[in-house]
RNA sequence: GGCCCCAUCGUCUAGUGGUUAGGACACCGGGUUUUCAUCCCGGCAACAGCGGUUCGAGCCCGCUUGGGGUCACCA
């Protein structure tokens, strides 16, 4: 009835109109729909989305963006996002991933409602502390002939899988024809012999409605009876990920594409229960230039790795946000207030994206460029915080004109490698060759005589920007000289390289007394 | 390999039967600038292919091709 209607548009194109905006209030089967609210013209339940992460290292730029939907669609529909740690698995799990994924949300801005870190009536929101709640459900699956215990070693369907594969079929673990009491499993167990719980699939055709994907069905022959807890007596994913949706009142889930292909397990799961379904919406998938899938095994795609590169959270949300969704215009730039308020689930599209660092640079230093210097100043502390630099990180008046000379840059290390050099010790500087060649010694050493004379000049020139610029520009008109046969050698001379702020804001920077030291250490180089 | 999903510039995308197929990044060219970066202007560049449906297809349907996901006692 309603329902085919609701799906109709199948794996077509989805785009939103008022018509399909209006679906979006339809009485749902939603669990936890307690109340209702208008918002705007449109009356709808109350949704309930959730980021379940897996503490298993760093947050990357998939999970984040998942984070990023689950938090805009709460904030947009004025529902709520909960956070759930699912560390069922632990021999992966990782000491400290926990504080590592809350604080790169709070970086990013992301905040939640409920679970992990700002708690909530329907914890513990760790499943491991959770196992007891596992396993009633397990055992209520048990006790109606819902599952059953199975005793294959994991070596023995390791081996049946190869078997398979020679074959060129893929492996589906068949049912035993009788299946053993409770009686026998507890035997086996005793025994010390590895005994799972099998969840009893009908083998029916299953039809799964995505918001994104519309319909998607899985051929009944191709679903097998696949685990719901593990030897060790931990419950696997589908069945900890289930029950705690369910139980939380979890009623739109929000997760990657990866996901789709087994969410017939958690429907016919949660009929097993008597749940009713949430709504799903999987996104496309993040790939790396070369169109692989972006994992966390792929290195510095994590959330800290660009928090320590010298990104802005602001540039960071604003980029992964159009991974995959897009406002149906051509604006692009977003702060993340912006977003809540322009995001549409219905405008979530379907091919998988390549993450384009080249594209989040440009967006970096835009948002670099459009932020204020109070602003910078707390990010660039967060950035010094995080990396080892030669800046006297605690001197605030310093970082604001460190932040006010390099103008233009597009990551906090530009600085560090732009105006580094002046703040360490003079014989630490390193003379690049190339720059000294040409800037120097070329033409006869027009450069080392230049800096001979600029030497004298600057020794008894008052230490102020202002006279600075006064004594080279005067240098320069008396000599016929370009300012940039002026200012290179003296870059050389005083960072090593040709690349500084501008130069009377370089020699200020630097200091008489440096300046003048650095200046005779470069010269004594023309005389060796 | 089975099953499922996807398909517009190199990349992110706009496009809901009639458009010179738009924007952004990258790239190329030019300009501003004492270096680098920023900034400004201009340019290059796409509907995977083949069949249908239609007066008319990037938009609808099918096939082919290509890409991706999934087939774990990981999530």
Redesign the pocket.
């Known amino acids: 009835m309603g329902t085919a209607k609701r799906w109709a548009r199948?794996?077509?194109?989805r785009?939103?109109?008022r018509g399909?905006r209006l679906r979006v209030g339809a009485p749902l089967p939603g669990a936890g729909a307690c109340c209702s609210a208008a918002v705007g013209k449109y009356l709808m339940v109350d949704i309930k989305t959730r980021f379940?992460?897996?503490p298993?290292g760093q947050l990357h730029v998939g999970s984040a963006r998942t984070a990023l939907f689950c938090h805009l669609l709460a904030r947009k529909m004025g529902g709520m996002l909960l956070l759930r740690i699912?560390?069922?698995?632990r021999?992966?799990h990782v000491e400290g991933a926990v504080e590592r994924i809350v604080d790169d949300l709070k970086w990013l801005g992301i905040d939640w409602d409920e679970g992990a870190g700002v708690g909530g009536d329907k914890g513990p929101y760790v499943?491991s502390q959770r196992l007891g709640i596992y396993t009633k459900h397990v055992e209520k699956l048990l006790d109606a002939g819902l599952a059953y215990y199975?005793?294959?070693?994991?070596e023995?369907?390791?081996g049946l899988?190869q078997t398979a594969?020679a074959e060129?079929?893929?492996?589906?673990?068949r049912r035993p024809d009788s299946l053993p009491t409770r009686g026998q499993a507890e035997a086996v167990k005793a025994e010390g012999r590895?005994?799972?719980v099998r969840f009893k699939t009908p083998g029916e055709d299953v039809a799964i409605h995505d918001e994104v994907?519309?319909?998607?069905?899985?051929?009944g022959?191709?679903q097998?009876d696949?685990?719901i807890m593990?030897?060790?007596g931990?419950?696997?994913?589908?069945l900890?990920?289930v029950v705690d949706d369910a139980l939380m009142g979890v009623n739109f889930i929000v997760r990657?594409?990866?996901?789709?292909?087994?969410t017939w397990r958690h429907k016919l799961l949660r009929d097993a229960f008597g749940w009713p379904e949430p709504r799903y919406a999987h996104l496309?998938?993040i790939?790396d230039?070369?169109?692989?899938?972006l994992s966390k095994r792929d290195g510095d795609v994590d959330i800290l790795s660009f928090r320590k590169a010298g990104y802005l959270p602001e540039a960071m949300i604003n980029f992964i946000a159009?991974?995959?969704?897009?406002?149906?215009?051509?604006?692009?730039r977003f702060s993340l207030e912006e977003l809540r308020e322009a995001f549409d689930i219905d405008?979530l599209?379907?091919?998988?994206?390549?993450?384009?660092r080249?594209?989040?640079?440009?967006?970096n230093?835009?948002a670099i460029?459009e932020a204020d210097e109070d602003r910078l100043l707390v990010a660039f502390e967060d950035y010094l915080s995080l990396n080892e630099t030669p800046f006297p990180a605690g001197d605030t008046a310093m970082l604001r004109r460190l932040l006010q000379v390099?103008?233009?840059?597009?990551t906090f290390a530009?600085i560090v490698?732009?105006s580094g050099s002046l703040f360490v010790a003079d014989d630490a500087v390193e003379y690049n060759g190339k720059a000294v060649e040409k800037v120097l010694a070329k033409n006869d050493g027009d450069g080392w005589a230049v800096l001979a004379e600029l030497r004298a000049l600057l020794g008894a020139c008052p230490w102020t920007g202002e006279a600075l610029?006064k004594l080279l520009g005067e240098f320069c008109t008396g000599r016929g000289l370009?300012?940039?046969k002026?200012?290179?050698p003296l870059?050389v001379a005083l960072t090593g390289g040709?690349?500084?702020?501008?130069?009377?804001?370089?020699l200020t920077l630097l200091g008489k007394d440096k300046t003048l030291s650095r200046i005779d250490r470069c010269l004594a180089l023309a005389r060796t």
């Open positions: 199948g794996g077509g194109r785009r939103s109109t399909q379940a992460p897996s298993t699912e560390d069922t698995d021999a992966r499943q199975a005793f294959e070693t994991a023995q369907l390791a899988r594969e060129k079929r893929s492996f589906i673990y590895p005994a799972v994907y519309g319909v998607v069905t899985v051929p022959d191709q097998d696949f685990i593990k030897a060790d931990w419950p696997t994913y589908h900890a990920n990657g594409q990866e996901f789709l292909g087994q496309p998938l790939m230039m070369k169109g692989r899938k159009l991974l995959g969704w897009s406002p149906g215009n051509d604006r692009e405008r599209n379907k091919t998988n994206a390549k993450f384009d080249d594209k989040l640079l440009a967006f230093t835009a460029a390099n103008k233009g840059f597009r530009d490698s732009k610029e370009g300012m940039g002026v200012a290179q870059r040709t690349i500084s702020p501008a130069i009377g804001e370089t």
